[in-house]
Every structure is written in C-alpha cells, then in structure tokens.
C-alpha cells in the first residue's frame, strides 16, 4: 500500500489525477517529457479556454501550482519512461534518468500532437506567412501582442478560419474528428472581433459540430452578437495574388466556386495522436486503436482500463478530447487505479 | 468527518460518485426519485451503449449491482430531497420520506429529460402510430422484439431517423444542440441494418456531429458497412397518404424539395433539462443557466462546483452529456468534494 502510482504526463488529464490522489494521500509520481507541466493549454500558449472563458495560465496554470504543493506528488520534468514490468500493484519502471520506481498502477496521460499543418501543403502553411494555425493566433492574443499579420504585423480586415485541418480528411491519413476545434474556432473568431471591431471573420466548415450547449455560447452569440460568418464549403487551395491570400473552393450550399482575398488564414489544426504513442504502447504493453491512440477497455465501470490490467488512460491520449472532460477523466482514471487496487487488495486477502 | 455525502440521482454520475466515495471509506446517501437506480440507460431501456457496443444492462446494471453491495452507500429510491440548508461540511437535508440528514456536501446528478415529442406536432408523433423515438427503437432492440411498425408489427422496409427534434430548434424553445443523437442515431441505425438487412435505413440531419472517434466508428462506419444513408435535409412535415408515412422538406444540398415515402418515422429526440430542475435550483439554492440546466462555476481545478459552496454538480444535469462523460464527471465531482472538505478543514485547522 505505500508504493505510488506512476502518471505520464502532466497535462490536464495528468494533473486532475495527480490531485486526486493527493487529496486521498496516495503518492504519485508524474513523470513528464517536456520541460514544465501543463500540457498543451500551458505549452502551446492558449488563450481564453472553452468553455468558461478563463485564460489558461489560470485555469491550469493554477492546478499546476497547486500540484506543485503537494507533499504527495513528485514531479520528474524532462523524463520518459524507458521500461516497465511487472503487474498490478507490483510495477518496475525504468526511467530516461537512470532511476528505477517501484509503483501499484500506472495511468497514462500523455495527450496528443498538434496537427502540424506543412503536411497539408495546399492550404499555404509554410509558403505564406500569413497563413498561420489556431495555436499561432492563441498565441497572439494570450501573449497580449494581438492578432496581427506576421509578414507585416499589420492588423488584419479578413481573416478566414479553416476548419478541420488534419481532422476528417483521408487524403491525408486523418479519418477522425478533433472535436473541439469548431468550438474553438468559433471561440477565437470572437476573441479577433473584440480586439479588432473592424475585421470581418469567416469560418469555412463541412458540419459545424459545437455540440451541446456549446450550440447557443459558441456558434449562435458569434453569429449573432459577434457577426462572425458561417461558409459550408470544400477549400480546394490558398493561394496569394501579391497582395492578398486568396482563399479558393466551392461554397457547398449555394453550389459555387469562390475566389475570395484575407489578410490572415488560420488553419483550426486537429489533434493527432502523440507521436510517441506507438513507443509508450510498446513499452507499457497497451493495445491502439485503428487510429493510434491508446485504447481504453473499459468507459463504464472501471474507465480508463486500458488492455492491460493496471495500466489506465485518460484524456486526449485516447482521442481527441476537450480540457475539461479530459480533467474528468483523469480523475475518473485516478478512482478506477484506487477502486483496482482496492478489489486485488480483497482479492488476495 | 462522520457524516455522509448527499447523492441526488442514481444514474451513471450518481452510481460513479457513489462508487468513487465508497472506494476510499467515505459514505454517501444516493436519494433517488424513480423506484430504482440506473437512470435514463436502465429506466428507458437503452439497448447497446455509444462507445463500447455493451448492453446498457451490463454496462450501467453493473455500475448499479456493484453500488448495491457497497456498505458506505445507502440507497433511498422513490425519494426527494425537500428541504436543503446549513454551510459546507454541516448541511441538513430534510427528505420527502420524513427524514433527515445531516451532510458534508451534496452532489446534484439529476440528469435530464428526454424531449417529448408531441411537443413537435408537424413531425407526426402522437398523430401515426408509426413515428416513433429513438427512446422506444432502444427498447424494441433491448426487449428483443426487434425493430417493428407499431401499428401492425410488421419489418419496416424503409427507415427514416429525422435528428434534432428538440434540440437545434428556436421555434420550440430547445436552442441547444443533444451532443449525443447523431452518435446514437448512427448506432441505432446500423442496429436496425443489422437486424432487418433489406431495411433501409436514412438519417436525415442539419450537421453531422459524430465528434472525435465516433466519425469513424459511427459515420463512416454506418455508411460504408451498413450502407445507412445520410441526406442534409430540413424537415418541414410527416404525413401519411394512408397506407406510408410521407417525409416532406428540402434537400439543403441539392436545393430540391423532397417528399419520400417510409414505413417507420424516427424522431432522434434531444435532452431538455430535468423538468424538476426549477424545484432542486430553489431547494438546494444553485443557479440555473439560461437554459435550465444547473450551473456549473467551475470546470477545472474544482470540477463540477455549482454556484454554492459544497454542493456539487456532475452530468446531463449541466446540459446534453454522454453516458461515458457523465460517469468521468462524477468521479471528478466525488474528488472535488473531497479535496473541498480537504481544504476546509486544513483551514479550520
């Protein structure tokens, strides 16, 4: 009973499990590969998150701090795990800084990889510089610099918004849905139209998915309080006159071409699998799912049950998820690792 | 530290809070007002749950026989929570069965209602037998009757699942989107193809929200191995010619007006929120949204916090929730109010 349980990752998902088995005071070890906890939201520079509008450096910013508090919670910055045996309760892992832990449970929280638009060649990242990524724009705003166009940071009139780049498109090996990003874009559309009250934004989607009451806070006050504007449309290419992008494709409810300039071009980017999965799976000995992310075995009674008997996962590392469910999973994952331990305990009593 | 915690509803969140506490030694009340636990799965009969294709009988049974045998839970069925007061760690309830409790915090996970549909007259419900819900297909499929016309048991040759009726839907008042129909109705869908593999099954729908994996599992998956076919429509009427009912609208795609003829009429049927909503709002002092749902005042560090301190808040009872989701929550709201009660004392202290 006094071994900890080994969390990878410490992100939303990793945090909220950290937290919860402090507040129980079972130890924990987060073991995280970059150089600071947080997770995307922190990392990538977020903005102002869905769906409550506070800025990530407080939201999470704030569950990393308290985290960091915790007696019960030993943080391992800029550390993988190499090798890991053992079974339920009675766990080895090997880390990338040489030092072995004995742990009861593991529970994976090792998220997802940005969608890195290059791979999207025909959408212009990487040969405009004003075509840019969600991320890029979160960082603009939560930085304070404001949304503006790299080439000559002057402030955009037209900006387009493109949704889903790298989700929904087999040309490019990319079948899923990112989930979020509709809700996101629609999110950061209003946050470029209260900065800049002049600048028209268009948002280009095949089905505008911001489920559930996402529906009257997202997609309904942009449109109505924000006037942010709504094309169904296939993008065939982003090109440039000289002067102006030139957003090109057909709008696929009126059945045209068109042939419309921006300023900016902002590519909502979908979440990939991480790409270190296919090395966590192999070391951790879990099951992927079609698309590469780690397969979750039980979503009932026992969730976050991966493949393997001790081993749990949560958040976007089992598809492409949102910041707070992923926190909920995280402690769902948490209570399924005590709820585990719990029964073999009975078990072997 | 003796008292228990107040559990308001005893369907997936309730059952997954309940378990959560009971796991690490805390008791927990689960006062429920229907006559026994399970919630919408287990009271309407759900047939094979989104995402893992279980039985809801198993899936949440399970999660019901489980906290059934749990010593630290005490369950009241066919009861209400009448009266609410006190401060967190010291709240009185007083019970519609003549009781009281005195409780440290309150989780309120008292779901949702299911959209009724005569309150959509010119779709057909209560007007042809042969319109249905998607409520009562679950139960045509978990009975093992199997998919049939009401009004002569025959096998429907010619399927139509009309999506969002009550939700998406400003004429009604349902503004909101159900997050889950276009999931479940894929699901639904590829049961009846299943079953019945001459039926043809149609989706009618205004954006496909198959979100995250359920794009493949679900949307793809229906279409490509269950040939469910999906036409972006807006539905205007159901009528019957006597012998079929008859769908009227417009193909929003190809811009034509569409009357087509069908066996059976599906309404996939959104999520309101609790119709007891306004009584719990009053009687346990929390807000409600603008919708009805309750509020929830935070979503990260102290998951699931309505807008009084110690009461709680997890699932369909914030707005339109997934079963998975909806247990993740609960776990996540038990952990809040420990580490609430954590945090308390050490202030105390």
């Known amino acids: 009973m ?6 990878v990752g410490g992100g939303p998902a990793g945090l909220a499990a950290a937290h919860s088995l402090a507040t129980v005071g079972k130890q924990s070890i987060i073991v995280e590969k970059e150089d600071k906890l947080g997770g995307a939201p922190i990392l990538s520079g977020y903005a102002k998150l869905v769906p409550t509008g506070e800025w990530a450096k407080d939201a999470i910013g704030g569950m990393v701090t308290r985290v960091e508090g915790e007696d019960a ?10 090798e890991f045996g053992g079974s339920p309760g009675d766990f080895q892992a090997r880390l990338s800084n040489g030092d072995n832990a004995q742990v009861e449970a593991a529970i994976l929280c090792s998220g997802f990889t940005h969608f890195d638009s290059v791979n999207k060649p025909e959408w212009g990242f990487g040969t405009f510089q004003d ?12 930085s304070g610099q404001g949304v503006r166009c790299p080439s000559d940071s002057r402030k955009p009139k037209r900006v387009a918004i493109l949704l889903c780049v790298g989700s929904r498109d087999r040309q490019i090996g990319r079948e899923w849905c990112s989930k979020i990003c509709c809700t996101v874009s629609s999110n950061l559309a209003m946050e470029i139209r209260e900065e800049l009250p002049d600048c028209h934004v268009y948002i280009y989607y095949m089905d505008i998915r911001t ?5 009257t806070k997202y997609y309904w006050r942009s449109q109505e ?4 504007k709504y094309i169904k449309a ?9 002067e102006k992008l030139i957003v090109k494709g057909e709008d696929t409810l009126v059945k045209r071409p068109i042939t419309i300039p921006f300023d900016l071009v902002v590519h909502a980017i979908g979440m990939d699998p991480n790409v270190d999965n296919p090395e966590i799976a192999s070391t951790f000995g879990v099951d992927l799912q079609e698309h590469g992310h780690i397969d979750a075995a039980n979503c009932y009674g026992a969730m976050g049950q991966t493949t393997r008997a001790g081993v749990y996962v949560a958040g976007a590392a089992m598809g492409p998820e949102t910041i707070d469910d992923s926190i909920a999973q995280g402690h769902a994952a948490a209570m399924a690792v005590l709820s585990g331990l719990k029964e073999a305990i009975g078990k072997t009593a």
Chains 1, 2 share one sequence.
Do not use: C, H, W, Y
């Not at 919670?73 to 190499?82: E, F």
């Not at 489920?211 to 529906?215: I, P, S």
């Not at 296939?234 to 000289?242: F, K, L, N, Y």
């Open 73 to 82: 919670v030993t943080i391992l910055t800029n550390t993988k795990v190499t």
């Open 211 to 215: 489920f559930g009451l996402n529906e």
């Open 131 to 142: 075509v840019v990524t969600t991320t890029q724009v979160e960082q603009m705003i939560s």
């Open 2 to 7: 006094t071994k900890p349980v080994l969390i």
């Open 234 to 242: 296939r993008i065939a290419e982003v090109t440039s006159d000289g």
């Open 225 to 228: 309080e924000f006037k942010v």
